[in-house]
């Protein structure tokens, strides 16, 4: 009998993937709950597992291919043919050398290595055996950070050490690229992936569907950095986590949005929707392209509760691992080129959101306080805001409150 392997799906905002890799060839046995194929879609990646026992039959759509949630991918067929082809291929293993059971074995606990897909192509371009490494993931997933350990010189091996080489010499500087040749040419097409193209496509639409405008001012970082100095090695002692900028921004940005909901609200036809919640998206850059997971309720959360949140959907963005329900939603967004060297940007809208704050690098700077010139760390800060629902003097004077909570951290606790 004939299972297929369909396209699940993974939230009402998805409605397509593309076929990142297949794991498994046709004819190769599986198991229940085996990972068969990776999905990449505009947000997650994601395995399909399967749901019978038995062979993979047939392969639908390969590597590349984009798919719609629904779609057959392939088919596994149920039955003694299982077990026949696994004898076949262990068969096989031992007639090129290898021992037959050692072969199956082998086949087994490799299928059943847990493991995101950015860590199974990590550990295929360092040459690194899934199986030989400790996962630190949920369950014991192999994460990207467990397969660059494991790939160190240094890292600690998790099998039976083998006597240690005599030194080698070091290896010599990989060459420098060779200098284009006159008259040389050359081109590459690369396939966007999918989350990228999604991100190019979601960037045209807020540029032609919302009136954007944006609006600058500059906050002098003086206190923040004074109280951060005072309090971090308590706040690392006692959370865990280091106090950052994050959590400061957040604030004032709720404090700024009480003051001004019309910039927590979106259009929805000829309607304003009043959001009375502030789920605040932290943008954070990832190999794939920007992804905006989101602190819901920013409002009831401590610093130290900001802090830890964003600093493990860094780690999750790193590792390929957030979650729809990380990314899903969001009322205000906040992105920080800053910790890139931007001095100055006009970030883009992430709608249906009608506003979002842009952060940049702090740089001393000569501005005059009480009659006198003094150098203070200053930073830059520019909201862009949808011209159909927010005012220009409510932009202005929103921007001007978060520079207050900031320049006045202390009034924060009054917010």
Same mark, same amino acid.
């Given at each position: ?6 396209? &699940? ?34 947000? %997650?990646?994601?395995?399909?597992? $399967?749901?019978?026992?038995?062979? @993979?039959?047939? %392969? ?42 050692? =072969?199956? +074995? ?26 030989? /490494? ?26 039976? &050490?083998? &006597?240690?080489?005599?030194?080698? #010499?070091?290896?010599?500087? $990989?060459? #420098?690229? &060779?200098?284009?040749? =006159? ?22 639409? =807020? ?24 309090? *971090? ?9 280091? @106090? ?22 979106? %259009? ?6 009043? *959001? ?9 850059? $990832? ?26 959907? =860094? ?15 969001? +009322? ?35 501005? $005059?306080?009480?009659?006198? /010139? /003094? ?41």
């Amino acid at each position: 009998m004939a299972v297929d392997i369909v396209v &699940p799906e993974v939230g009402e905002s998805i409605v397509d993937a593309r076929v990142a890799k297949w794991l498994k060839k046709e004819g190769d046995a599986v198991a229940a709950g085996d990972p068969l194929v990776e999905l990449e879609t505009d947000k %997650i990646d994601l395995e399909v597992a $399967a749901t019978a026992s038995g062979v @993979l039959g047939s %392969i639908t759509h390969k590597d590349g291919a984009d798919v719609k949630v629904g779609d057959v991918l392939g088919t596994i067929e149920e039955g003694a043919n299982a077990g026949g082809a696994a004898t076949a291929r262990a068969d096989e293993g031992g007639a090129r050398g290898g021992s037959a059971e050692g =072969a199956g +074995t082998k086949a087994e606990s490799a299928g059943k290595t847990r493991a995101t897909p950015v860590a199974r192509k990590a550990a295929q371009q360092n040459d690194v055996d899934l199986k030989s /490494v400790k996962g630190s993931g949920d369950a014991g997933r192999v994460m990207r950070r467990d397969v660059e350990a494991a790939s160190a010189p240094d890292a600690p091996q998790q099998t039976t &050490p083998a &006597p240690v080489p005599a030194a080698k #010499p070091a290896a010599p500087a $990989a060459p #420098p690229a &060779p200098r284009r040749v =006159a008259g040389e040419r050359t081109e590459e097409r690369v396939r966007m992936s999918k989350r990228r193209a999604t991100i190019a496509k979601r960037l045209i639409e =807020a540029q032609s569907t919302a009136a954007m405008l944006t609006t600058f001012n500059e906050v002098d970082m003086s206190a923040v950095q004074a109280m951060r100095a005072r309090h *971090k090695e308590t706040f690392k002692e006692r959370y865990g986590v280091n @106090l950052g900028m994050t959590a400061f921004f957040v604030k004032a940005v709720v404090g700024a949005l009480r003051a001004f909901p019309r910039i927590n609200a979106e %259009i929805q036809g000829d309607e304003m929707v009043m *959001k009375g919640y502030y789920d605040i998206g932290i943008a954070v850059g $990832a190999s794939e392209g920007l992804v905006v997971p989101v602190l819901r309720d920013a409002d009831l959360m401590t610093f130290a509760e900001i802090e830890g949140q964003t600093r493990a959907f =860094a780690k999750k963005a790193e590792d390929g691992t957030l979650s729809l329900a990380d990314l899903k939603g969001g +009322t205000f967004t906040i992105t920080n080129g800053g910790v890139f060297g931007s001095l100055q940007s006009t970030p883009i809208l992430n709608p249906p959101q009608v506003g979002i704050l842009g952060l940049h690098a702090i740089k001393d700077r000569p501005v $005059a306080i009480g009659g006198q /010139v /003094v150098i203070r760390p200053m930073m830059y800060t520019a909201l862009t805001y949808d011209h159909r629902i927010v005012d220009g003097s409510e932009a202005v004077r929103f921007l001007v409150r978060v520079k207050e909570l900031i320049e006045d951290p202390g009034a924060l606790l009054l917010e």
